[in-house]
């Protein structure tokens, strides 16, 4: 990442912190990017390329003001980290949030995996709803306090699994070994991810972002409001309108014009299945 391009990031999350390569700027560009950045998933709702390259990620998430889902995330959180002297290496991961035991993933999911002084850390600014905003210690087994919720990493024999806290107990978000991962390999996942009609991302709207002590949501029509790993309320949106406005307002996403027409598809299709 050139000096121009790392400026540009740090104003986009409004940074204001000392920038070397430790354990406190990590935690800090953690925080501050998942807060600012959002979570989206309109490109491959609206069937508009996703395209991972730096400049275009770089131009998407930090110029235009935009989010992305997790290979334009963490690609863009490995780049600032590596221009600023991190160990950092990309993994892959098999999604088992809301997956039943008997279906099998994919390792589709990318994740970071720091190292500091010889330890450690498992760093993901992309998984929307259940994001960890702080870095988690990949050796540690004992549960993991942050402000959005309680998260905890268990390993077998090289493989692990994260796990996040909810009322009804906990709830398995991936599962992962540490076999890096080139970018060619996020390439073919992103086109699958983007493109596939049984894909979630092209049947679904998404977006999250973390809004200070809460965690906000949007699929489809419905807006829900987290604290920690408890909901606190659902909205339904009625219009397209109101997708439109929740993503300003809740997300600071400015959707383009061509998703109207695509929400309007989607409700005349909640309308009829309700009907």
């Known amino acids: 990442m050139t000096e121009l391009g790392l400026s540009r990031y740090l104003q986009r999350i409004d940074y204001q912190g000392t920038l070397t390569a430790d354990l406190p700027s990590l935690s800090g560009l953690v925080a501050r990017h998942t807060q600012s950045i959002p979570f989206e ?18 131009n998407k998430l930090v110029v ?23 160990e950092v290496i990309g993994l892959a991961a098999r999604v088992r949030w809301g997956v039943p035991p008997e279906v099998q993933t994919p390792a589709s999911h990318m994740l970071l995996i720091l190292t500091l002084s010889d330890v450690k850390y498992l760093v993901d600014v992309g998984f929307g709803v259940t994001t960890p905003s702080v870095p988690l210690r990949l050796d540690s087994r004992d549960v993991q306090v942050t402000a959005h919720g309680n998260y905890k990493i268990t390993e077998e024999q090289g493989y692990y699994e994260l796990a996040f806290e909810q009322s009804r107990g906990w709830q398995t978000l991936y599962q992962f070994n540490l076999e890096p991962k080139q970018d060619a390999d996020y390439k073919v996942f992103n086109w699958y991810v983007s493109t596939h009609p049984d894909s979630v991302f092209v049947r679904n709207l998404v977006a999250a972002r973390i809004a200070g002590q809460y965690r906000y949501t949007l699929r489809n029509r419905e807006f829900k409001r987290y604290q920690g790993g408890e909901l606190l309320d659902v909205t339904t949106l009625t219009t397209p309108e109101q997708v439109i406005v929740c993503l300003r307002k809740q997300f600071n996403i400015n959707a383009p014009e061509a998703l109207r027409s695509k929400l309007a598809a989607l409700f005349d299709d909640s309308l009829a299945k309700a009907g």
Do not use: T
């Not at 235009?64 to 991190?86: H, I």
């Open 64 to 86: 235009e003001g935009r989010g992305g889902y997790c290979y334009e995330q963490n690609a863009l959180f490995r780049d600032v980290l590596m221009s600023l002297g991190f």
């Open 41 to 58: 998933n309109l490109n491959a709702f609206m069937s508009l390329p996703v395209d991972l390259s730096a400049d275009s990620v770089m």
